[in-house]
């Protein structure tokens, strides 16, 4: 009877010491978001058009053959024979004024004495101090035509001087702040040339129309306003 007494006093007892004294509660588990490492994206984001062009005119070559001739060409040129032209139509659909930069960058060419690239051979665009900047006003529209693309070409080092081109092609490349409408028309006509060979028959004429999807990029120099 006296065990009994005294272990319902011990228990009592202990109840009443957790009560004034609570066991320590387990430590919270402490969650830490994951941050990926790298840096912070602060630069700015550009729109860039990559806008293919063709200009001028390729004469037929009359040593093509399909099949290997010893001593004469027989590679395809870049383009079918005939006249070649490409206008790129720019509007500012924003409500704001947009300052855009412009640039062309050549990929191909033919001169006038029939020389060509090397195979493999690679070009390299203006520096962007060079970029020529355009200032656009809310809902305007503006046009780069063959010869605007020549004046482009110049602000990069050319393997043979500009009025040497027969044919050339490549890009014109438009870096915006803002997103733009750019159109690009490509228009050709084929046929034998006259007899001194220096302008394109009146064969068929074709046209093209596509509408240039920018990418969006960050980290390139801005446009000089």
């Given at each position: ?5 005294f272990a319902h006093?011990f228990?009592?007892c202990?109840s009443?010491v ?8 387990p ?9 990926k ?5 602060s ?8 806008v293919?062009?063709?200009c001028?005119?390729?004469?037929p070559?009359?040593n093509?053959?399909p099949f290997p001739?010893p001593?004469l ?8 024979p005939g006249?070649y ?7 500012n659909?924003?409500?704001e004024?947009?300052?855009?930069c412009?640039?062309?960058?050549l ?9 060509r ?8 665009g203006?520096p962007?101090?060079?970029?020529i900047?355009?200032k656009l006003e809310?809902?305007a529209?503006?046009e780069?035509d063959c010869?605007?693309i020549?004046?482009l070409l ?7 001087p500009?009025?040497q ?7 014109v ?5 803002q997103?733009l409408d750019?159109?690009a028309?490509?228009?050709?006509q ?15 004429l074709?046209?093209?129309v ?10 390139l ?5």
């Open positions: 009877m006296l065990a009994v007494l006093t228990v009592q202990f009443v957790l009560s004034l004294f609570p066991l320590a509660a430590p919270r588990r402490m969650v830490v978001p994951f941050v490492e790298g840096p912070i994206m630069e700015p984001l550009d729109f860039v058009y990559s293919k062009f063709l001028g005119f390729m004469p070559n009359p093509l053959s001739v001593h060409p027989t590679a395809e040129p870049p383009v079918k006249n032209a490409t206008a790129i139509n720019i509007h659909p924003q409500a004024r947009v300052v855009f412009k640039k062309a960058v990929s191909g060419f033919l001169s006038r004495e029939g020389r690239p090397e195979p493999e051979q690679v070009f390299l203006p962007p101090e060079r970029r900047s355009v809310p809902d529209a503006l780069i010869p605007d020549l004046t110049e602000q990069a080092p050319l393997p043979v500009i009025w081109f027969l044919f050339v092609k490549g890009f490349v438009i870096q915006s702040p997103e750019v159109v028309v490509y228009t050709g084929g046929g034998q040339p006259d007899p001194a060979g220096t302008v394109p028959g009146r064969g068929d074709t046209m093209d596509e509408y240039i999807t920018p990418k969006q990029i960050r980290g120099p801005p446009c000089q306003s």
